[in-house]
């Protein structure tokens, strides 16, 4: 998988689209990462004590490595072609 923990990705398919953040968790085995700010989804959670209520919290859920590049990559690319110039 050539995405890992920390590296700045930006979504190229998918409701997401354009978004960019950093990967918090990578799932090599099933080939998924988490983003932060990215593949947010509501998850209504039960709730744990006696007295206590059911919440709503937002979550983010992993996407597939596919739908994501690293945003660092083009500029780089950029950079050497207008040095070699």
Do not use: Q, W
């Not at 979504?11 to 968790?25: A, M, S």
């Not at 099933?30 to 919290?57: D, M, W």
């Amino acid at each position: 998988m050539h995405i890992k923990k920390g590296d700045k990705v930006v979504v190229i398919t998918g409701k997401d689209k354009g978004k960019k953040g950093t990967v918090e968790r990578a799932f090599p085995k099933n080939s998924r990462v988490i983003v932060s700010g990215v593949h947010i989804v509501k998850v209504h959670e039960r709730a744990r004590k006696a007295n206590a209520k059911g919440t709503i919290v937002e979550k983010a859920m992993p996407i597939h490595v596919s739908n994501v590049k690293l945003a660092d990559a083009k500029p780089a690319k950029a950079a050497k072609k207008s040095a070699n110039k």
